[in-house]
């Protein structure tokens, strides 16, 4: 049974944030993330696979057979978002997750502050999920995180980490009193000398470009700072100071996190 | 005066390693990463720029100027390896690094095994220029880091870092007597409870896919492991146990060598 040209236009429609809402679905590939998912509880809609990964599939997780169809190289090539096609495309139910503002300050939140790479949420997403971190809680204006591109750089992480979306200000609101929300800040402490202890605490990420927002930098009460020691970043080369990327800078706070027993 | 033809197919042919090889060049773009390399020792070839940044950059770099040609809009468009141009590509002599024997067991150097992402290997010359490391030393078969996408991504540091390219297993052959060669490997010792003290060491970053190379993982004599700490890595979730990214991986091990004070 080959898929019709109507359902083709349906399933690349899912590139685009509107007809995944409409749905309430998300889309995944190649066989690591495939799998990564199918071993998830979430719940399987569509999976569209060359014969012999169908059949390979469908042996090892046979719960998903219902949902399986094979397809042809030719029309997995249409609806894939990848340029190199690897074998199987999977729909997928879109978790419905409240956040519980009782729970947003339990345990370690990453806070997101108007991330806009996909690739970089994918990642940061696969680095929280790593190290254990309990949710990440983005700003209305980061990057959807069950985008194409996004599911896959989390390796299909999204599938077990909480994500949610949230006004940050008003969220912030609730916190109780002096609850610990770091920042990296230029002035802030060096996090090498200052242990991450807090069991219960709230790290924001800033955009790629511009960083942390004035208006959520005003909500931040923990300033810290990864420091360089490089000799590039003397002060007669101004330009050498670059900061480290988003990604890169999330895992060295994370692995600080865990480093210092929390 | 406007760009020949001939000009612009030069300029374009050296996205192909050979045209750079063969001219000692490589090329950069976008003001920031321009700039960082201005104020670096590396020898400016050409910059081409769109007037009114030309204008800008003569006067805060004079001396760039005999070294400086306007472009059109669309001239720009033709040279630069960016979906986006940024108002100025700019050509640099390549320098020749030679590396000393003797200077390869000096303090801190990573080793990369078989790197094949040019972004990769530009995002970890970045951490590992931030964080002070004296070297990498590449297997012949990494990435080129020269190469457009990996300068960028680098946002200039490969100006600052040595970088070179060696048979490690020869090299490591000159090493001394147990001379401290790190990599990851799952059956490691966990990097949070073994601070990183070696003065003077090599760590080793395997290839994307397939990480460290049994030809090089014979040559490594402490075995590390940046541990995780997902409820999801549980053993009836064997998938869920995902590496951490080349880059971020990187990124972790060099906080953990300075936050150990070496």
Redesign the interface.
């Known amino acids: 049974m080959s898929l019709s040209s109507q359902q083709i236009k349906r399933l690349q429609a899912y590139r685009q944030k509107k007809f995944r809402r409409e749905d309430g679905v998300f889309v995944a590939e190649t066989p690591?993330v495939i799998?990564?998912l199918l071993?998830?509880p979430l719940a399987l809609r569509m999976l569209y696979a060359l014969p012999a990964y169908a059949e390979a599939v469908s042996r090892r997780y046979p719960d998903c057979r219902p949902y399986l169809q094979a397809v042809t190289a030719k029309e997995l090539e249409r609806i894939s978002c990848l340029t190199s096609p690897q074998q199987v495309f999977g729909i997928w139910e879109r978790p419905h997750r409240q956040l519980n503002r009782a729970d947003a300050f339990q345990g370690i939140s990453l806070v997101l502050d108007g991330l806009q790479d996909p690739g970089n949420l994918g990642?940061i997403i696969?680095?929280a999920?790593?190290?254990?971190i309990d949710r990440l809680i983005c700003s209305e204006d980061t990057a959807d995180a069950f985008q194409p591109k996004c599911v896959q750089a989390s390796?299909?992480?999204v599938a077990?980490l909480p994500v949610y979306y949230a006004d940050l200000a008003r969220l912030a609101a609730d916190a109780p009193h002096d609850f610990p929300f770091f920042g990296t800040f230029l002035e802030g402490e060096n996090v090498?000398e200052h242990p991450l202890t807090d069991t219960d605490a709230w790290y924001c990420i800033g955009n790629e470009s511009h960083g942390i927002r004035p208006a959520t930098a005003v909500l931040i009460n923990r300033k810290i700072h990864?420091?360089?020691?490089?000799?590039?970043s003397a002060p007669h080369?101004?330009?050498?100071a670059?900061s480290?990327?988003a990604?890169?800078?999330t895992?060295?706070l994370c692995?600080?996190i865990?480093?210092s027993g929390r």
Chains 1, 2 share one sequence.
């Not at 990864?226 to 590039?232: D, K, L, R």
């Not at 080369?237 to 050498?240: S, Y």
């Open positions: 690591k799998e990564m071993d998830s990642t696969r680095i999920d790593w190290f254990g390796m299909g992480a077990h090498f990864i420091p360089t020691f490089s000799p590039a080369r101004p330009h050498a670059e480290l990327n990604a890169v800078a895992g060295i692995a600080q865990r480093a």
